[in-house]
């Protein structure tokens, strides 16, 4: 059930009647024959994967929450995400995310028709498999979602690791990566998460060493340029200019959400967490109670945000909010908190008002637009040059969504 909330947000926020939504399951287990027969939409397309070559001389490396092996055999399988499509392009996303606006190319690609990527330093957890592979460490490329790449740099990345890997394919070239992650560990050291082959990690670091012209590049640049030196190397100089600007994210990485004091909290695996108002410790496995109330908090953030442009937008510079056109303007807008399920919500419209306010006051819109996870967000202060600033992105989102909303109460008023 970890993947539901994904589900719903995709339902809410994804064009998915126009751009195919495709999950890709163990062929082998019958579970998850019964997840995609009983609990998923016809919307989904399915594929069932036969398990790789080689999978069980791999070197072993648990992971909390999965089957033996079953994270490197997630990330083999995300290298071989465009054997399921003929799409020119593919965005992928980890189940432990979720939409928060709705989703057009304006916000995924830049106006030169590039796919938008996202890197951030100081936060990347899978140097081994980089370095296996002979590729820089300074960048994590897996710090937003979705992840969109030209279909044919899948093969492209194929081919690379095969051949730093002198292998005579893919599958056999997995096989030794497994193993090479753990180079220069002690023999009695457990593979931990750092040593995954990540999939997102080497591809977004591949393409943006030999691919760079063919996306759009926004590089949160934290590196601190007072230690210019690091283990007797130089820290890596910073990307242009042109390459860290700022820009809207379309969905959250809620398995890795900020706590309390805005340092990220895997929120998914953390043992102990207070689940608010029991005041007993749960564990916080994907799709459990704290995990599951995060992702619902989030959608209806989302929700009210959307709301409250629309209102701001029907309403423009009048004062007077309080007539016949305010009270339609307040029970239009409500109907994208409320799906026409008032009676569930609140009695009245106002009441919708005030759960919005509420959820909105704890977690404004720009915590989810501008930044990673709640975490890390993109510099207002700086001189950014031809950079649009972050409040300029907010303004554009507060345009594009109230066009995706009002589309969104017409095709879901036209079904009435």
């Not at 751009?19 to 989904?44: F, G, N, Q, R, Y």
């Not at 706590?259 to 410790?281: N, T, Y």
């Amino acid at each position: 059930k970890g993947f539901f909330p994904l589900l719903r947000s995709i339902e809410m926020f994804w064009p998915f009647q126009r751009w195919p939504v495709i999950m890709v399951l163990d062929a082998e287990h019958d579970e998850d024959h019964w997840v995609a027969s009983t609990m998923l939409p016809s919307w989904v397309e399915v594929f069932f994967e036969a398990p790789p070559r080689h999978f069980d001389t791999w070197a072993a490396m648990p992971h909390r929450g999965s089957r033996d092996r079953g994270w490197q055999r997630a990330a083999w399988s995300q290298f071989n995400l465009d054997r399921y499509t003929s799409a020119d392009f593919i965005a992928q996303m980890d189940t432990d995310t979720i939409f928060h606006t709705w989703v057009d190319e304006e916000l995924l690609f830049d106006t030169e028709g590039r796919p938008r990527l996202t890197g951030v330093t100081y936060f990347n957890e899978f140097r081994s498999a980089l370095r296996a592979v002979g590729l820089p460490e300074d960048i994590d490329f897996m710090a937003a979602q979705p992840m969109l790449f030209h279909r044919q740099h899948f093969n492209s990345t194929r081919q690379f690791i095969t051949s730093q890997m002198n292998a005579t394919d893919f599958d056999e070239a997995f096989h030794r990566l497994t193993r090479a992650v753990l180079q220069n560990e002690s023999s009695d050291a457990t593979p931990g998460d750092r040593h995954l082959p990540c999939q997102q990690s080497i591809m977004g670091t591949l393409l943006w060493q030999h691919h760079r012209k063919e996306y759009a590049w926004h590089i949160m640049w934290r590196t601190s340029l007072t230690r210019m030196w690091r283990a007797g190397s130089p820290y890596a100089k910073a990307p242009a200019l042109a390459h860290r600007c700022p820009q809207l994210y379309v969905a959250s990485h809620v398995g890795f959400w900020g706590g309390i004091d805005g340092q990220p909290v895997a929120l998914k695996e953390r043992v102990g967490l207070e689940d608010a108002g029991s005041g007993s410790a749960q564990g916080a496995w994907q799709g459990s109670h704290a995990y599951t109330k995060k992702t619902a908090q989030l959608l209806f953030v989302a929700r009210c945000a959307a709301r409250q442009a629309v209102l701001a937008h029907v309403r423009g510079d009048s004062d007077d909010d309080g007539g016949e056109a305010g009270v339609a303007a307040e029970s239009l807008a409500s109907l994208l908190v409320t799906e026409g399920r008032q009676g569930n919500i609140g009695d009245t419209e106002r009441s919708v008002g005030a759960l919005c306010e509420a959820a909105l006051q704890e977690m404004p819109p720009r915590q989810l637009l501008l930044g990673l996870h709640n975490s890390l967000f993109w510099p207002g202060d700086k001189p950014l040059g031809w950079c649009a600033t972050p409040d300029e992105l907010l303004e554009h989102w507060q345009q594009h969504v109230v066009r995706a909303a009002l589309r969104h109460l017409n095709h879901s008023l036209g079904e009435k």
